[in-house]
């Protein structure tokens, strides 16, 4: 068999410039080494800058690794690969989130995929933000449940789908994420909350981008008192906390449920038991000891925000998305801010819709105002420059 229509498809790709490289990069501090050249580094998900603190890792790994603990764990989870530490963990996220019983995850792709596609079936369906992320798509798909996305944020456009279509179906998931990856922007999950109420719908709310940072670093459920009306939170360490991994948080018969019948749980060999003590140690140590990480990050936030020009920005969080519309314009500027020292990446179509090509720049407590005055200074310029450039 040829690889004519492979080498096709990757040909197209770059032609409409969404081929996708993997870089040969290293990481240091809030920085990384791109090519032998140091960047200021925007585009990590490490937003409390915990996974480049390296008083904290050291001090983690000489505690952790005297009594001769584990690496890793190569076995299915109920099979032989667990330990305390898993249940410990678990555990404390239930307390911690006000729920009955906790699950862990190797990832929050595993986690979305075994939520959903256990959960509902071809009888069922599911209400989606039309912005939720690829992972909650696929596990919906891999369920045969009917996919009904809604408006981005339009809860009136939810309710009338809800109105037109949840009879006609068995169970059914309301599903959002709290704060949306590519936009930025922050779901009211009181408004979802109160549909779900209405027309008797499960709520399921994704967390990963918002855990470990709004209230209180246990996310936007909490920030809005609305933890007690969310039936499964999914949420993953590999971001704000630091380490890898994910979990969901529920009553004990949902829990119960995926522990049965999630089989990206089932069939895993479980996650590194480093991975799982690294996560609690930063959780109790950091995230949840002060809120000097998350004001700093707010902060650094409002300022960029308040001083970039002339650009259309997107949401409200550290999370900043710059609108500029076609591929080829965001690559350029993307090339152009990494060649005066800024690691930022565009984001194209098809991981957002056409003609919305975006700069994301995701910010972490680990820089400061200077980091943020220099790429101001270098955003406002090449806008000024694109303007002058576009009226001759």
Do not use: W
């Not at 981008?209 to 008192?225: C, L, R, T």
């Amino acid at each position: 068999m040829k690889n004519d229509f492979y080498k096709a498809a990757l040909d197209d790709l770059k032609n409409k410039s969404q081929f996708r490289e993997i870089k040969d990069i290293k990481q240091n501090g809030k920085n990384i080494i791109l090519n032998g050249k140091k960047l200021l580094n925007f585009s990590s998900n490490d937003y409390l800058g915990i996974s480049s603190d390296k008083e904290l890792r050291e001090n983690f790994l000489k505690e952790y690794l005297k009594n001769g603990a584990k690496i890793s764990n190569p076995s299915a989870r109920l099979l032989c690969g667990t330990d305390s530490i898993y249940l410990e963990l678990e555990q404390f996220l239930a307390k911690i989130f006000n729920k009955e019983k906790a699950l862990i995850f190797n990832s929050g792709y595993h986690g979305n995929v075994g939520i959903y596609s256990s959960l509902v079936d071809s009888n069922d369906v599911v209400f989606i933000d039309k912005l939720n992320h690829a992972s909650i798509i696929d596990g919906i798909r891999l369920s045969k449940a009917q996919i009904i996305p809604y408006k981005h944020l339009d809860y009136n456009d939810l309710r009338v789908k809800l109105q037109k279509y949840r009879k006609k179906y068995g169970k059914a998931i309301i599903s959002s994420e709290s704060l949306f990856s590519m936009d930025g922007d922050i779901a009211d999950i009181n408004a979802l909350a109160g549909l779900k109420e209405e027309f008797d719908t499960l709520l399921v709310i994704d967390e990963a981008h918002s855990f470990g940072v709004y209230g209180d670093g246990i996310g936007i459920a909490k920030e809005q008192n609305a933890l007690n009306r969310v039936d499964l939170i999914l949420a993953t360490f590999g971001k704000a906390i630091g380490s890898y991994g994910a979990f969901a948080v529920g009553s004990e018969v949902l829990i119960d449920y995926l522990r049965n019948f999630a089989r990206s749980f089932i069939f895993s060999t479980t996650l590194p038991e480093i991975s799982v003590a690294f996560a609690y140690h930063n959780l109790k140590t950091k995230i949840l000891a002060s809120n000097n990480l998350q004001s700093k990050l707010f902060s650094l936030n409002d300022y960029l925000r308040k001083n970039l020009k002339g650009y259309k920005i997107l949401g409200e969080s550290y999370i900043v998305p710059i609108l500029l519309g076609k591929n080829e314009i965001s690559v350029k500027f993307s090339n152009k801010l990494i060649e005066n020292g800024f690691y930022i990446l565009p984001i194209r179509y098809p991981t957002v819709a056409k003609n919305t090509a975006r700069l994301r720049i995701s910010l972490n407590s680990a820089m400061d105002f200077q980091d943020m005055d220099l790429l101001i200074r270098c955003l406002n310029y090449m806008q000024s420059e694109t303007l002058e450039t576009s009226a001759l």
